[in-house]
């Protein structure tokens, strides 16, 4: 059973910067597409960035330019790094993968953009 445990979130002040860790259970960030999602109180769960197989990344408009997503092979490991956060980024963010039609959720971690 693959299990996917996010960490790193917390508070952190606007314009401040946080990375998040995704660990996975097995050997699967290089051989499936990994995804960062996150749902505010209220809101539906939204995708945020993810990478490719081959390293390409893509990240929804509400973060482009300000967040990273990056992975490491030899600690089963994907990162997102978050720059410039503004309260609007405050939620639950949520790692995600997908293998062989089943989809697979980590807990989540919760950051909160505050002053």
């Known amino acids: 059973q693959v299990q996917l445990v996010e960490s790193g979130g917390g508070l952190v002040q606007p314009g401040g910067s946080m990375t998040l860790s995704c660990a996975a259970s097995e050997s699967i960030v290089r051989m499936y597409l990994m995804s960062w999602y996150r749902q505010a109180p209220g809101n539906q769960r939204d995708w945020v960035a993810g990478?490719?197989?081959?390293?390409?990344?893509t990240f929804a408009d509400s973060v482009k330019g300000r967040f990273t997503i990056s992975r490491d092979n030899a600690k089963n490991t994907v990162y997102l790094q978050m720059n410039d956060l503004k309260p609007e980024d405050t939620a639950v963010y949520y790692c995600n993968t997908i293998i062989r039609g089943a989809r697979y959720w980590g807990q989540g971690t919760q950051v909160t953009v505050s002053s």
């Open positions: 990478i490719t197989v081959g390293g390409a990344t």
